[in-house]
């Protein structure tokens, strides 16, 4: 989310080297992938055996889940088969043919999802674990945009987060020693107020909830609680991944981490209640950075690239997407000096959309297209 910072890699002497995910800034970053998860390891006591799903298949939500298994040894049958996908039952079979389909009143969301079988034999039990891939069902949309205003921006703002209240932006700013908090005026682009953040601290989204800023960071896994009247931090709050991008959706606050994993928080104590993974209909949509929750949707800039990801906060589905290329080409903001698309702030007075990006010389108001 954060480019231009030095790459540095590190050698763990007697230790295998985990793969690294190139992190928000442009540094590599230990994380291990979502698809390195495995299931239990193989038992010893053989009672079944599992034909379908595949390990690992890449299915949309509309396919059929069919699970098949079968007796490790014929002649010896086990005594009753239960099979559950994420955790849920979905048949408790006791006598062949050992299968059954998931129902499609349980397959909701997008995702890597786990279905285990376990069976039981003379007192024994037997556990299998395989992961299916979840992508959407349905192909999103590909929307254009027109300029509706253009706005001044400070070309050293490297925007984090943004959003919009009662006529001012706000906006947060990143970078290791140069993080903020800001007030801004939109017609002028001037900063009325600003916070300093700690030079340790590198700045991330930001949101607004009952004229609260919260404000995150992105590897020190602290954020920041502000009055939006006067930027008194009021607390701090605490979480266990990266800070990347934050928006609010009614009682809850949304982060993401640059996965593909948006996060959904209790804002008092900050902690995670539930968690979406998002995917088009053909991969897993990562790198999800700045949020913007519009009209029913959460917009997400998708980092290292031109595009916003309009994605439903219930199933994980991308239902469209926005490419804003030529709204300020790539060699222009190499003349610039300017860097990535970053940042999406919604009036919802008037419905106005705006959008920047990091060191941009200028916010756009945009009105999405067909």
Same mark, same amino acid.
């Given at each position: ?5 030095? *790459? ?19 540094? &590599?970053?230990?994380?291990? &992938? ?18 379908? &799903? ?20 014929? $002649?010896? $049958?086990?005594?009753?088969?239960? /099979? ?11 006598? #062949? ?5 998931? &129902? ?13 079988? /376990? ?29 509706? +205003? ?8 490297? @925007? $984090?987060?943004?959003?919009?209240? +009662?006529?001012?932006?706000?906006? #947060? @700013?990143?970078?290791?020693?140069? !993080? ?15 916070? +300093?953040?700690?030079? !340790? ?21 602290? #954020? ?34 640059? !996965? ?12 995670? @209640?539930? $968690? ?18 519009? +009209? ?18 219930? @199933?994980? *589905? ?53």
């Amino acid at each position: 989310m954060n480019s231009n910072i030095s *790459k540095y890699v590190s050698v763990f002497i007697f230790l295998l080297l985990p793969a690294w995910m190139l992190s928000c800034s442009g540094r &590599p970053e230990l994380r291990s &992938p979502a698809t390195a998860e495995k299931g239990p390891a193989e038992p010893t006591i053989r009672i079944i055996r599992m034909l379908s &799903p595949d390990s690992e298949a890449r299915l949309q939500l509309k396919d059929r889940i069919n699970v098949s298994l079968v007796s490790a040894r014929e $002649q010896d $049958q086990p005594d009753s088969v239960k /099979v559950f996908f994420e955790g849920k039952e979905v048949a408790s079979l006791s006598s #062949g043919p050992w299968e059954c389909t998931v &129902p499609s009143s349980l397959v909701k969301n997008t995702g890597r999802k786990p279905v285990r079988a /376990v069976a039981y034999k003379d007192g024994k039990t037997q556990i299998i674990t395989r992961f299916v891939i979840l992508r959407s069902d349905v192909e999103p949309l590909k929307l254009g945009y027109q300029v509706v +205003n253009t706005f001044r921006h400070d070309p050293d703002a490297f @925007t $984090q987060g943004l959003f919009y209240s +009662n006529g001012y932006l706000y906006e #947060g @700013t990143g970078q290791e020693a140069g !993080s903020t908090l800001r007030e801004v005026e939109l017609e002028t682009g001037r900063v009325r107020r600003q916070l +300093n953040l700690d030079p !340790s601290l590198f700045g991330e989204g930001i949101t607004l909830y009952n004229d609260l800023i919260y404000q995150v960071t992105w590897t020190n896994q602290v #954020g920041f609680v502000y009055d939006i009247t006067n930027f008194r931090i009021i607390k701090r709050v605490y979480y266990q991944t990266q800070g990347w991008g934050l928006t609010t959706i009614n009682d809850r606050i949304v982060m993401s981490d640059g !996965s593909n994993i948006l996060y959904f928080i209790e804002p008092k104590l900050f902690t995670v @209640t539930s $968690q979406i993974e998002v995917y088009d209909n053909e991969k897993m949509v990562d790198q999800l950075n700045e949020l913007e929750f519009i +009209n029913g949707e959460i917009w997400a800039n998708v980092w290292q690239t031109d595009l916003i990801a309009r994605i439903d906060p219930e @199933t994980g *589905k991308v239902n469209s997407y926005i490419d804003l290329a030529r709204l300020f080409p790539a060699q222009k903001r190499r003349g610039a000096n300017a860097d990535v698309l970053n940042g999406i702030a919604y009036d919802h007075g008037s419905g106005r959309i705006f959008v920047t990006g990091k060191k941009w010389p200028a916010l756009y108001e945009i009105k999405i297209t067909e």
